[in-house]
């Protein structure tokens, strides 16, 4: 079985500044890096974070059972390291093969979506939502701490673009497909259960996507345009989340209401349960409602030098 080393906060490591500036809730963190709180006569980094190990994890054994790559990820960080989740979320995402798991996952949906469902449109955005996988495992190695960005600044920059431009035509796709399988413009129920399990798939992988595309940008020094993302996506993603839940609750109203009969909607059960977990997940919270929020002060390079001088 495949082992994996997996990091969490060095408490002890932590300087005093930053321990009182926990305190006072006058710290944000982002990416590993502790930062004082926009409109605080103190500005820029209080301190790097310390991490430690704190042993390893068997992968397949961590992966098997569990629906979504929420779920994963909450079995593992405990109350104590709610200091900011989404840095442990990013380390073990590099660090793991969480992340490629479930790219994998995806990409069966895909394929089960591709060779079912033979419409232009559908397959066009298929092969649109295969490419965006490929683009999430260059942000693995991207955001590898070995990786200096400055070495492959072309690579970082082309695929952060390519990225935010797929992320929108499937964040656009997923919206048209639910509003197609509203409209029961989509009369096959084998293929709305098709449908849904890829949106599903997708609603699970896209505020990790989305979070590692802001944590790129930070990284290559967009401090400005790293925050205009960040609540971009957050926007796009509640915008998907309120018409997913809108639809499901629709469809349970029915079924209660017998409005609408168990057998016009078989794949509902299917359905169900990983869709109430995911809309009760705090993952978007952490990954991207909570960077979202975040005001950020940033020292200007020029700043730094004036002050060394």
Not at 50 to 58: A, Q
Request: glycine residues 4%; neutral net charge; proline residues 3%.
């Amino acid at each position: 079985m495949i082992t994996e080393t997996v990091l969490t906060y060095d408490f002890q490591r932590f300087s005093k500044d930053l321990l009182d500036a926990l305190a006072n809730n006058q710290v944000n963190i982002r990416d590993g890096v502790a930062y004082w709180k926009k409109g605080l006569e103190k500005t820029g980094i209080i301190q790097h974070i310390p991490f430690k190990e704190i042993g390893s994890i068997g992968v397949e054994s961590f992966i098997q059972g569990l629906g979504s790559l929420q779920s994963t990820l909450q079995t593992t960080i405990v109350a104590a390291q709610a200091i900011s989740t989404a840095t442990l979320m990013v380390a073990m995402v590099v660090q793991t093969q969480i992340l490629s798991k479930k790219i994998e996952a995806v990409q069966q949906c895909v394929l089960k979506v591709a060779q079912d469902i033979n419409e232009q449109n559908i397959l066009f955005y298929t092969d649109k939502t295969s490419e965006y996988l490929a683009l999430l495992q260059t942000f693995k190695l991207l955001l590898d701490k070995r990786t200096p960005l400055a070495t492959v600044n072309d690579l970082a920059n082309n695929t952060l673009s390519s990225s935010i431009q797929l992320k929108n035509h499937l964040i656009s796709f997923i919206g048209n497909l639910l509003s197609l399988v509203q409209a029961k413009k989509i009369s096959s129920p084998q293929h709305i259960e098709l449908i849904l399990q890829f949106i599903q798939q997708m609603m699970e992988i896209l505020p990790v996507g989305m979070h590692l595309e802001f944590i790129l940008s930070h990284r290559l020094n967009h401090n400005e345009f790293s925050q205009v993302l960040v609540e971009d996506s957050h926007k796009q993603y509640l915008g998907l989340m309120s018409q997913y839940r809108s639809y499901l609750n629709e469809i349970n109203n029915g079924l209660k209401e017998f409005r609408i009969k168990p057998e016009q909607v078989p794949f509902f059960e299917t359905i169900k349960l990983p869709a109430k977990n995911l809309l009760q997940s705090a993952i978007h919270v952490e990954l991207l409602e909570k960077p979202a929020l975040e005001q950020m002060t940033y020292e200007l390079p020029q700043q730094i030098a004036m002050i060394k001088a």
